[in-house]
């Protein structure tokens, strides 16, 4: 069935299981460690499902004390760790392997503190990202970064993940909004990174280590930045009658020298997926749709809006409709933020995550739907247009497989496409193995290689998710 | 997701539902955030997600179940937390109902569970019997800490006797209503449990309907509704319970002519409401198990729909309405509780963390008492944070479980619209200190 | 000799040779940044000043790239015209260091030169969305894009911005830029004391009416009155409700005055190259990041300790410039006031000064290890401004 391969598993770690979970239980009382089958079988992918492994066992320490200490052995042992958050990864971030153990940091769910004066939060790396919002918002503040995920998903995988959002667009992504973290390194030495300070002590190591996809270690506090909530924010929905129209409104917004809040595409099977689901009164009977949030006082969103309806007029905007209650504003959200969800009623699906120049949006828009056709297949479009970082979700049955084949096919080229297009890869989900293969189209041998050095200093054995981001061929050691 | 499952197993019609569930889901995890489990223990096999892989690694096997399944499954408490988020439509209430089922027929527990477990399902579904064991338990109440100390079961023995109610409520008789042709009729399904441990809810409930000139009538055949043996993995007794009760039903719906079965506690709605599909396969019964499920509603969801006369007079109480995880998530009944409550003048509070089940769930506060008491701290906890006069909840099992951990009178919904329609003060909020004595001159109407 | 290449592959060539004949190599830009760090003594110089021109901007896409050599007021001319901007506000660090030559927009991704609106719009980090550099073994690595989201592979950019030329030779960097806003306005209050000034500041970086600049210079600082002033840039429309609201903020702290246009710019423009304590020249200069409000106490601590000093703060609190006489005893001071949460630079003292003492902050030996495993993975023979950061790295 797959097409990305997994490295053989070591047979020397796997003839040691017993002893490896023997030592492991000496660290872990037996609620923090998974060992049975049934058991681990529960871990064996995350949001990837396609792709599945059983790990050797699973740790669920409940410090940084207890990651240390699992870690310091692993490494004595030559054991791999493969780290995980919530498992809420699209990428295969968190796909476990046969000779690894998860340190799953799911019981790490504390906030800490709350520094409003500073404008900062002290977190465990499990707590999820949006409960930290939750926390704040009654006093008027909030954690910006807002992955579609963020009910569920981790701090600790967006610090791997350099997460990004619809509100990143204004806000930035997690590496923007992240000021320290504690992490412990492979040895099992626990470092301090940042603080609540602006700016680095020395090199720019957070900067190195948001979005190293749990390769240089595992993060299990973090301060985070928080941000005060504007006066009011009104999402606002815009119909199109062509996916082109939408994706040059996009630009013509932000070449006008507006930046909303947030800037997001949806194409007709999109719109028709997220609005069964969520009923947010998205218009049907347009072929794409943006939603463009503003924000500030009522007369400043106003003004906002009578200028971005300007330009969305000049583009033949054929619906525009302004959201008229908190309700309304949750449900529209609710709709864009559940879209890969939902689109598992109607389908199997898998998610690009390409980023292209916005300019490049409509060419784009128009290669991926003749492509995925090309293949005999369906796709849905929903991403952030502000950015250019575009999600197609391709649909497919995934206990067919040959059309999953297709599928990962048609992804592929969706990929490379973006890349030849001035962009990337992956925007805000991440390499994983899911576009591990892909890697020597966007970088050159020698681009590889030095990131393979600097992963090196921080574990020259390749044991942290060892089987992710890099292609398993020419890889370097310390 | 991606399911393995031979066209043999798939010719099973259990099986093919639960297939149908497992693909619908695309192991997004949005489920886990919104698990009560997952909250206090953060290990994703006691999250919805870690489940359904547990169910479906079963179910794709035909394995029997395994001790580490068995533990995670019944750590569920079945609040449907999941079902409301989850954004694929994943209907995990049928697919856990599959699981314990699967359990019960190939998991031998020991013979302490067994034996709780019987008890609990010969017990509690019977009106007589359980009214005995109450006594019982009354009896037993001062032993508490003897029997916490009990091998094995001590605990939750402890647990179950805990629930007991101070004293034994008194039967109230009550005059038959008068019959008249041209009045609206309805049934009130009177179960089990709750006209035992607090008859005062349906009565209240009987006199806002009978205000608005609405017959409630007595179906002398139905008893529990089969929740509580269901949750318990007896298929078998549960399907049993529910086609007396269909029986019942719909002698009076063709006799007598009503037009809804209302349902006075959610936990009990939400199992009714599923009759159609629990009976699905019952060529006997299911098309009048659809009947059946189609006119049940909530007694809120009845009321809401009715004109109930503004109350002028407002209380000023202000109340914490907690949504039972039945109610919110089991029926998706949000608003209609706290609209009527805000119509009858009280000031509503939402309780934070109001997505979060209090641990009662059923037998769950039994079964499981030291998940069930944490979930009861940190509901109470929220609570308490909204310095309410009064606790207002739509099921039996959440009103015994929140009222087990605050002095705060829990009292159900309907009490309290029928105290500011006119009708007497909730037995809870006579007993409660303090409250009672600032109780001057409500109600007026 | 000083080695100026008009290609990238001429560069690459330049430190493949070093590399072979183990010369080490300073590299410059303007050289405007030069007294910034260790001072150090090398075989050659590595300019990049060959490398100059926009490689390419999109006005409608906030991009551009630039050869890092490009003088940084040709850059600002490009985004001028087409009504954008840095939107870090980098640091013209020629106020404090005197000297004639251009600063480079190369000198501001390796200094990680970010001023006043780093609090609302980020650090030159946040902005840098791309590099091509060449590293110690002579080889041309990208890393990055021109796209504000990508998180394709190990990123490379952050930890080379701010490096100091240690880890490679930049040769060209693609920044996010912004539009310029339409309308500023500042709001100064006057005559609060430091800790007064960091809960007004605070105040109104925790208000909803988005706060781009927030700094404090006390009395005798710039001017004979303590000033705190509170920036606000937005669409026209605005401006003025903003500016309303946030008096009303900040009516404890006193009456508000309101400055804009050129005499505010002009404000920002000495808030950021802090003009206010560059002279005299041969005084030390401080530049600290502590979260801001610890800043009063960390003052309090120093005015304690007995030293002598004229202190800016900017980023709300959160960036503290001290200036005091020249001296080897003020480092311990000075490190020692900053409590758990915070780390000193060193940014102006004598080269001998400089040469003995940490003039970054220095860190635990877990970190350093790292520091000298990064340095060793991208220059493994310590050829790339040796011990322009840290002494024998």
Known sequence: MSSIAFPTPDPAILARRDDIIAGLAALLPPECLVTSEDERRAFETDALTAYRRLPLAVALPRNTAEVAAVMAFCHREGVKIVPRGAGTSLAGGAIPQEDAVVIGVSKLNRILSVDYANRTARVEAGVTNLSISDAVMPDGFFYAPDPSSQLACTIAGNIGMNSGGAHCLKYGVTINNILGVKMVLIDGTVVDIGGQALDPAGLDLLGLIVGSEGQLGIVTEATVRLLRLAEGARPVLFGFDSSEAAGECVAAIIGAGIVPVAMEFMDKPAIEICEAFAKAGYPLDVEAMLIVEVEGSEEEMEAQLARICEIARRYGVKVVKESRSATETALIWKGRKSAFGATGRVADYICMDGTVPTSQLPYVLKRTGEIVASYGLRVANVFHAGDGNMHPLILYNVNDPAEQAKAEAAGNDILRLCVDAGGCLTGEHGVGIEKRDLMRHQFSEVDLTQQMRVRAVFDGRWLLNPAKVFPLDGRIAA | MQTNFTSAQLADPHMAASEKILRSCVHCGFCTATCPTYLLLGDELDSPRGRIYLIK???????????????????????????????????????????????????KRDATDRLLRALLAHILPYRNRFRLALGAALFAKPFRPLLAHLPRVGKRLAAMVALAPPRSPAVTAEPAPLTRADRRRVAILEGCAQPVLQPAINAAARRLLARADIEVVRVAEEGCCGALVHHMGREAQALEFARRNIDAWITAIDQQGIEAIIITASGCGTTVKDYGFMLRDDPLYAEKARRVSALTCDITEFLDRLDLPAVSTAPKRAVAYHSACSMQHGQQIRDEPKRLLRNAGFTVRDVPEGHIC???????????????????????????????????????????????????????????????????????????????????????? | MTIVPTKEAEAAEAVRAAQSSRRTLSIEGGGTRLAFGRPIQTDDTLSSKGLSGITRYEPAELVFSAWAGTPVAEIEAALDEKGQMLPFEPMDHRTIYGGSGAPTIGGIAATGASGPRRIQAGAARDLLLGVRFVNGRGEIVKSGGRVMKNVTGLDLVKVNCGAHGTLGFMTEVTFKVLPKPERTLTLILEDLDDERAVQAMSAALGSPFSVSAAAHLPADVGGARARTALRLEHFAESITYRARELAKVLSAFGRAREIEDDESRALWRAIRDVDALAQPKDDMLWRVSVPPTQAPALLARLRQAGLSFRALLDWGGGLIWIACTENAAASTVVREALGGDGHATLMRASDALRASLDVFQPQDAALMKLTAGIKASFDPDGILNPGRMYAGL
């Open chain 2, 358 to 445: 209090c641990g009662s769930a059923g037998v769950y506060n039994i079964l499981q008492p030291e998940i069930a008491g944490r979930l009861r701290d940190r509901k109470v906890g929220n609570i308490e944070r909204l310095r309410p006069d009064i606790i207002a909840t739509g099921n039996i099992g959440c009103i015994t479980q929140i009222g087990g951990g605050t002095a705060i009178p829990v009292v159900h919904t309907v009490e309290l619209l029928d105290w500011a329609h006119g009708g007497p003060m909730p037995p809870a909020l006579e007993r409660a200190p303090g409250l009672n004595s600032r109780v001057v001159q409500f109600p007026l109407a």
């Open chain 2, 57 to 107: 690694d079963m179910l794709e096997g035909g394995k029997p179940a395994t001790a580490e399944v068995v533990k995670h499954i019944d750590r569920c408490l079945s609040c449907l937390s999941c079902m409301t988020t989850c954004p694929s439509g994943v209907h995990y209430m049928h697919l856990v109902d599959h699981a314990r089922a699967h359990i019960e027929q190939t998991y």
